[in-house]
């Protein structure tokens, strides 16, 4: 019996997604959109990507990271939670404050917006550094 000790490859997508986050950290940029992933992602994907696609694309490395406890983001039961909630309640929530009231209206592009946020936070928070010390970064 063969034991497979293999550590999982991470894409490039999620390095590139990585990287992506720990500039918007650096350049303070907070409010970033799909747009913002979609022109970072050019380089990786050819032509213009939809939002669904971004959404696609930025939720399987998101997985990655959620999947890989090298990148230690957290518990994954609460992880999913806060991501459903993003949009109402937390830092990546539509309004400043969560949603100020039940009946308030949003646009998909603002609710899947804050979504992708929270999976950059997350790609912020992410540890890096035994990645850093591989030749992939």
Same mark, same amino acid.
């Given at each position: ?47 213009l ?15 990655? @990271? =959620?999947?890989? !406890? %090298?990148? #230690?983001?957290?518990?994954?039961d ?5 991501? $459903? *909630?993003a ?5 990546s929530s539509?309004? @400043? =404050?969560?949603? !100020? %009231?039940? #009946? ?8 899947y917006?804050? $979504? *992708?946020?929270?999976m ?5 928070i ?12």
């Amino acid at each position: 019996m063969t034991i497979n000790n293999s550590v999982p490859e991470i894409s490039k997508t999620t390095i590139s997604l990585l990287k992506l986050a720990k500039d918007f950290d650096e350049k303070n940029t907070p409010n970033r959109t799909w747009v913002d992933i979609q022109r970072a992602l050019s380089d990786l994907y050819i032509g213009l990507i939809s939002l669904v696609d971004v959404i696609e694309i930025v939720a399987k490395s998101h997985q990655q @990271l =959620l999947d890989d !406890s %090298r990148f #230690d983001i957290g518990d994954k039961d609460n992880n999913r939670i806060d991501l $459903i *909630l993003a949009p109402i309640r937390g830092p990546s929530s539509v309004e @400043l =404050l969560g949603a !100020s %009231r039940i #009946d308030n209206q949003y646009s998909v592009e603002d609710y899947y917006n804050a $979504i *992708l946020r929270k999976m950059m936070s997350d790609f912020s928070i992410a540890r890096i550094d035994w990645l850093v010390n591989e030749t992939i970064w």
